[in-house]
């Protein structure tokens, strides 16, 4: 396994982590039904195999996500660091929709929350989860918010996600960004531009999520398997996931097949380490609701692509018109 420094003061990290959005289960947001056994299994085979942190959120399961990860976290007894978000609250609210919200009080009571679920009195990374487009709330007092937390030790390093340059530079001027996370894959390359670039130029920590598109990715993908999707799986209404850029996006994905085949390694394996050889990115958030999954991808984190290669997957994105950025 490859470890990486996430940011300039940050920990050391393998440079795959467990993604926990799907273990939440089905809800408003969810991938559909999901057996918890199977994903306390899972957690287990990523911390026995190496992997080093997991990323969940309060709201991935409306609170589900965090206990279960909670859970196994408190079972593996050895050192995982537990990254989690706050700034999608949805309690008391009708049918339990989340909202968007940063509002220092806010932050505060979900840190609370998220703590009791998880069984700690501290959490390793804490991330706003997205933009506060409707309490209008300046960045800088979320930010402030959060930094008084690290002060206070119930967070040690702080972060973002989804978070474009000009808040990355608001939030900077208060306290230092320790991390982001962009969504960013060999589909969704937008993320190489500018806010990875900013992030290597200010010693931030970039870990990245969605490396494999949300399954498309993996090789293991179809046009069936996209028509029998659960129909509380949020992939059926996602552009990437009909046509036309279904067909481009699957003819991708085999294209990664040689390079697969001449490491001997899953195809999703190659996906993740096109990401990883990225300059400026730390790790790679990897979803897993079963062990068989992990083992898919775990090889990535120590495949290291050649020259060669990495020409090859860049001729495929050419070729193929698939993805954006």
Not at 222 to 230: A, E, H
Request: proline fraction near 6%; charged fraction near 25%; include cysteine.
């Amino acid at each position: 396994m490859q470890f990486r420094r996430l940011g300039r003061e940050g920990p050391e990290i393998s440079v795959v982590g467990v993604g926990a959005w799907a273990i939440g289960g089905p809800w408003q947001l969810g991938w559909g039904p999901q057996d918890d056994d199977e994903s306390i299994a899972a957690l287990h085979k990523a911390f026995d195999s190496g992997v080093t942190w997991v990323d969940t959120a309060a709201v991935y399961g409306l609170g589900h996500s965090e206990e279960v990860v909670g859970q196994v976290v408190r079972e593996h007894g050895g050192e995982v660091l537990v990254f989690t978000k706050c700034g999608r609250p949805w309690y008391g609210r009708e049918h339990n929709e989340p909202t968007y919200d940063l509002r220092p009080e806010t932050i505060r009571f979900e840190l609370e929350q998220s703590l009791k679920r998880l069984g700690t009195d501290h959490v390793d990374l804490y991330q706003f989860h997205w933009p506060d487009p409707e309490t209008g709330t300046p960045v800088e007092d979320s930010w402030a918010s959060m930094a008084e937390l690290v002060e206070e030790g119930k967070v040690r390093w702080a972060g973002v996600s989804n978070f474009g340059v000009g808040l990355l530079e608001r939030c900077q001027r208060v306290r230092r960004v320790d991390a982001v996370q962009p969504p960013f894959s060999l589909l969704d390359r937008r993320a190489a531009a500018d806010v990875i670039p900013w992030s290597a130029e200010h010693g931030t920590g970039v870990i990245c999520y969605s490396p494999l598109q949300s399954g498309l990715l993996t090789g293991s993908f179809d046009g069936d398997r996209v028509r029998d999707l659960p129909a509380d799986d949020w992939r059926r209404g996602s552009g990437d996931f009909q046509p036309p850029d279904l067909e481009a996006n699957l003819e991708l994905a085999r294209r990664l097949q040689p390079v697969a085949a001449r490491h001997g390694v899953p195809v999703a394996a190659v996906a993740i380490a096109w990401v990883l050889a990225t300059p400026g990115v730390t790790g790679a958030i990897v979803g897993a609701r079963r062990p068989s999954q992990v083992d898919g991808w775990l090889p990535a984190g120590n495949l290291r692509l050649t020259d060669d290669d990495l020409a090859e997957l860049q001729r495929a994105i050419d070729e193929t018109g698939a993805g954006k950025g």
